[in-house]
């Protein structure tokens, strides 16, 4: 598998497209199709992930939700008693795998 360009997943992130991404690595996407998350990071070549690569899939795509729901600017948020935050390490590190 080739390395997919990480600077386009930075780019959707800076252009306001971050509802897009996240519809793309949910699924739900009208821009998905059968192949297109092969080419996405986190993804090996073997359709088989270790719980790791699993475990810092599930924190990036919580990542995206954070900032789909309230935005880039804070980093942590309490919304009806509960208490939010960003995984940017988590989303750097599955932007690597």
Known sequence: MLKPDTNIIRRLLNEGREQDLFDLMEGDSVYN????????PG???DRERNMDEL??????VDHVRFIVNYGHEKSQIIDRNMVYSTRLEAFEKWLEM
């Open 43 to 45: 993804k090996n070549g």
């Open 33 to 40: 199709w059968e192949d297109l998350l092969e080419n996405l």
């Open 55 to 60: 475990y810092t899939t599930w924190l990036a």
